[in-house]
């Protein structure tokens, strides 16, 4: 009878051990039952070889169905320490049916209780070979679930969905959110991919984890021969606003069964938020893309808006001092001599005022800088830059010669503001070659808007 119970638990934590199968209360008749044969073999049976040949054979049948449960996990997985514990309980099973025709006729003994014994340590040795292999196995999870966590991984669930199928036994994998219907598939890899349409009724009942916030390891037979033989829901925390969790599916539960739930809880709380991370780093970077191109787009808006302020300062301001400065010249002509000295300073005050617009349009926008590119341009604001400095620095008196106080020098900053109001808006259209000298575009440009003199009034 407790040689019967012992097959019995030995079995039961064999299919746990395989699949994490559930205890149901069923399962209470299957200790009721070596009691009840034991009553029955000793007091209802006369025949001792038919007592002992029936309860041997339970036993042996136990014991084999046993050992199959540890090479179907082999062929599963390729375990060495599950294919030598198979190995061994199909021994000991053969072992134990030469009981009612050599130990109880007396040829084994104490012989046979020796082999016993030799098949009780081999299968302590597999058993715990097979504890260190899960436990080696386990590690091997949490590498896998936490591989890249750190602040130069890869984080996505592409690459989360990748890492679990590499462990022994898993089928699938996908990633679950809690929507207003229920858990939907976020994106799925391997046997997973199927879930799309709609969710398994075992994986829908691993998706419980939204609600619980623990693991959820789940295994054993279901009506669905399509459904996975073991589940395992993992937390994610918050992803994007929404609860999330990842569900593995496979024909084994020893990658995650020899782990705790706090370690899973903790594990999925770090992928969380490893995912939570690379979504707000998307989420940036598609911002930083979006300014970006705001960016150009107010540049482009600021660089129509001066060449078109500088062809209207060009063709109407311009031709308006040009008219004005041919009318001046034609009254010149006929007024009296007495006139002619008011005449010249109008014209002069004409020229100024065409010099100055002519040199707001290039400032708005030079020539150069299309026809040569940003450096000749930032060359010849240099030196405009440098002429007007030196233009008013050769008197350092602060009294002029008619005895009225002359006009202060400007500051260095606002020397930096005229080199600055000479070059801006050229930094951001550079990319021209750099010639050693000027070729035919800068003489065109100097041509068309020549550089004023030193002692010329645009310059003042």
Partial sequence: MVLGWTALALLYAALVFERQLPWRPRYIWLLVFPVAWAYVAIFGLDNFALAAGTTVVLLSVTTVWTGWVFWRYRTQTGSSSARFLAVTLGLWALHHLDYPFLRARGAWNPWGYFVDALFVLATGIGILMLMLEEFQ?????????????????????????????????????????????????VRGSGVAESWAGQLPPRVAAAAAVFRGGTSVLEGGRSADPAAPAFLAGIPLGRVGGSPMALVVAGE?????????????????????????????????????????????????????????????????????????????????????????????????????????????????????LDDLGLVPALRRAKSRYGRAVHRRRPNTSAWSEAGRPRAAAPAGGQDKGLLAKSIRGGSLRAGNPDPEEPGPAWRRCTSRSPVPPAHSPAHG
């Fill in 252 to 368: 084994v539960a020893a990658a995650f069964a020899v782990l705790d739930q706090s370690i899973l809880a903790a594990v999925g709380a770090q992928i969380g938020a490893a995912l939570h991370k690379a979504e707000l780093s998307r989420t940036l970077e598609q911002r930083r893309v979006e300014l970006e191109r705001l960016s150009v787009r107010m540049i482009q808006q600021h660089e129509d808006q001066r060449r078109r302020i500088g062809r209207e300062l060009h063709d109407e301001t311009a031709q308006v001092f040009s008219a004005l400065k041919l009318q001046l010249g034609t009254l010149r002509e006929v007024a009296p001599d007495p006139l002619a000295p008011r005449f010249d300073r109008l014209l002069e005050l004409v020229d100024v005022g065409s010099r100055t617009v002519r040199n707001v349009a290039e400032d708005l926008r030079p020539a150069l």
């Fill in 137 to 185: 196995e386990g590690l091997r999870t949490l590498t896998a679930l936490s591989a890249d966590l750190g602040p130069g991984g890869s984080e996505s669930i592409g690459t989360l969905l990748e890492r679990p199928l590499g462990l022994r036994g898993v089928r699938g994998a996908g990633v679950l959110r809690s929507g207003p219907s229920g858990p939907e598939l």
